[in-house]
């Protein structure tokens, strides 16, 4: 059977389709008729429409990819600067980690930190240097904060390379398993070769202060800016830490307890009851020092010292003397400077203090002090600056912006005469700031730059038996002393000493000045003062005891006011020229104090009074060093200017015409 023969007859074939579709009124398809749903011929604008979407369809879809390409770009861009967020952050935290392990011997902890540190700045460093990054750096809009990114991530990676490494393998080689060695205090065995790593970290910070000071900062979100000003803040901080431990790491190992426990007295000056270094030392700390740890063993007072432990060794705390001194210098200060340990700070010559104290030491049968160092409530009210406000037992907050008050006013008004509380509220303060500072829980750069600002301010002082650890105290400022000679620096001051026995001096606000005559080669110092105090302050404790005896209101202030001249110096005048009152203990007094020509005058400043004391010194021949300006410091800040007229009689440092309390920083 042939295919012709299988079809049925009647059964469509393509050709009868055709004809079929081609007579009037077919419904199929036509050449101008390409879709079935059309009706009608296809339009001038249908033509057009459909070949625009054909040209959509050729172009469009490669569009389409390169977008779609795109938002992926962004959004892996996107996804790796997160990641480069978290892994800065990251090593931030464990740098702080690393920091609490290293102070207390936990080695496994250093080295895990220092580890993942160094892993989190490497990839942040990596990731900010891949081809994406590259891609929008090309971007101008976004070119200078690209960068930005990548320069921090260039900072932290070339601290941590450089810096960690070597510190986790000196501090590893320090681990003998004992797991207990840093408890209570700073473990001192990993820094006994830090010498040989702390130039390596310098190093690292000059290259990364490199880094951020090329920068350019222009249109650079305060995001990113933010960071690298904290880096180069950290830096400048942390540098001159390094700087000082690195020239001078054998004597601070030593006076840290590296070689033997050292028996430190911690005093603290009260500037309410003010004295020539600061204030009356109602109170101090005795502290052992062995391989970092700190131990503190007592809490000792002058009532107990003077009212107790003196005279039952048969001391005459009125009339004796602990310590044999020059007749002129005897001569310049009243008996009880040398009998009560309140008034051992009545010289300027801080020495002069501490071996008052050593006497006593003696006498009591207790072993000498190794070091001594002398704060006030100031310097722990900058110190809280950087750990922190304390919460005492009874909930209340001691902070930077109350401590003073806390520490030399309020108290009084609160417990009146009630000794025994108010003793016990003020040793609460002084353990909880002692728990702050050993706790470790702040940070060093913060707490180095408080100290610094204490010691400029004049409130830090300190003494060290060993000659090499002294050599050091006066190298940066501390030593309090009254200098011998011309040659390092000239030294002039205004002290005060309180008679009144009371702590008003808390309301006494003072500024000082100097100008001078280089023609004539004087020199003129003076300050003014002026009482804050009001008639609310009643406590017993703060207004004036020995005013009662003497008919004085209660809230005058009775000072003795010691102006020094440097050695070879001559004192042409001072002003009051005779004092505001003499009887057989408080008078017009005058002497020399460590070759220090001195006068001393008892002056009254009533409540709300203001008044200007001066002096007026013909400087010796030849040359002279630099101008150095002392005052006691007191319970406010004491401004301090010197006249211009004054540089051409001192020899002037770094282009200064005076030189700092305090050289630490």
């Excluded at 879809?61 to 997160?82: D, E, K, N």
């Excluded at 020495?351 to 002398?374: H, N, W, Y």
Aim: proline share 6%; aromatic share 6%; hydrophobic share 40%.
């Amino acid at each position: 059977m042939t295919l012709g023969t299988e079809l049925a007859e009647g059964t469509p074939t393509r050709a009868s389709r055709r004809a079929a579709a081609a007579r009037p009124g077919a419904t199929g398809l036509t050449r101008r008729q390409p879709l079935a749903r059309h009706a009608a011929s296809e339009t001038t604008v249908q033509q057009w429409l459909r070949r625009g979407a054909v040209a959509t369809a050729l172009v469009g879809g490669p569009l389409t990819v390169i977008v779609f390409a795109a938002l992926i770009a962004v959004g892996a861009f996107a996804w790796q600067a997160l990641q480069v967020r978290d892994d800065l952050e990251g090593a931030l935290e464990e740098g702080k980690s690393m920091v609490r392990a290293a102070a207390s011997g936990d080695f496994d902890g250093i080295q895990r930190s220092g580890a993942d540190i160094v892993d989190r700045a490497q990839r942040a460093h990596d990731t900010t240097h891949g081809p994406l990054w590259d891609l929008a750096a090309d971007i101008p809009a976004v070119r200078n904060n690209v960068l930005a990114v990548r320069a921090v991530t260039e900072i932290a990676q070339t601290i941590t390379s450089q810096s960690i490494p070597p510190m986790m393998t000196m501090m590893a080689a320090s681990d003998d398993g004992d797991a207990t060695a840093g408890a209570g205090g700073i473990n001192l065995k990993p820094f006994l070769n830090a010498g040989a790593v702390i130039p390596t970290v310098l190093t690292s910070f000059d290259e990364a202060s490199a880094i951020a000071s090329s920068m350019d900062r222009t249109d650079v979100l305060p995001q990113i800016s933010a960071p690298v000003d904290q880096v180069v803040q950290l830096i400048g901080q942390a540098t001159p830490v390094l700087q000082t431990v690195d020239a001078h790491l054998p004597e601070l190992l030593r006076a840290a307890g590296a070689e033997r426990p050292m028996l430190y007295q911690l005093m603290i000056q009260t500037p309410a009851e003010i004295r020539a270094t600061g204030g009356g030392i109602a109170q101090w700390l005795v502290l052992e020092v062995d391989n970092g740890r700190v131990a503190m063993l007592s809490q000792d007072t002058g009532v107990d010292l003077m009212y107790f432990d003196l005279p039952a060794r048969g001391f005459d705390t009125q009339n004796g003397s602990l310590i044999r001194l020059p007749s002129a210098t005897r001569a310049l200060y009243p008996s009880e400077f040398v009998s009560w340990s309140s008034n051992f700070n009545m010289t300027p010559h801080f020495p002069t203090t501490v071996e008052l104290f050593q006497a006593t030491r003696e006498m009591t049968e207790k072993p000498p002090f190794d070091g001594a160092i002398s704060i006030d409530p100031i310097v722990l009210a900058n110190l809280l600056e950087a750990t922190g406000p304390l919460t005492l037992a009874s909930g209340e907050i001691v902070d930077a912006g109350n401590a003073a008050s806390v520490l030399m006013s309020e108290p009084y008004e609160r417990f009146g005469m009630d000794n025994a509380a108010m003793d016990a509220y003020f040793n609460q303060v002084s353990a909880g700031m002692f728990a702050k500072l050993t706790g470790r829980d702040w940070d060093i750069g913060a707490m180095w730059g408080q100290i610094v600002r204490s010691a400029e301010q004049g409130r830090i002082y300190a003494w060290f038996e060993d000659p090499g650890l002294e050599g050091l105290a006066h190298q940066y400022g501390l030593d309090g002393t009254l200098r011998e000679d011309t040659t390092e620096a000239t030294q002039l001051g205004i002290y005060f000493n309180d008679y009144s026995i009371g702590k008003l001096e808390y309301h006494l606000n003072y500024s000082q000045y100097a100008t001078c005559n280089a023609d004539d080669r004087t020199i003129t110092v003076s300050m003014d003062l002026h009482s804050t105090i009001t008639d609310d302050i009643k406590s017993g404790y703060t207004l004036g005891l020995r005013n009662i005896e003497r008919g004085l209101d209660l809230r005058t202030m009775m000072l003795d006011v010691l102006f020094f001249a440097p050695p070879g110096a001559e004192i042409l005048s001072v002003d009051p020229e005779e004092g505001d009152r003499w009887d057989s203990t408080y008078h017009d007094r005058s002497g020399f104090d460590h070759s220090n020509p001195a006068e001393s005058r008892t002056m009254l400043l009533e409540k709300g009074e203001s008044r200007t004391v001066s002096y007026t010194v013909q400087l010796p021949e030849g040359d002279l060093g630099p101008l150095e300006l002392r005052h006691t410091p007191g319970a406010h800040d004491t401004p301090v200017t010197i006249d211009a007229n004054c540089a051409p009689l001192f020899r002037s440092p770094e282009g200064s015409d005076n030189i700092r309390l305090s050289k630490i920083g």
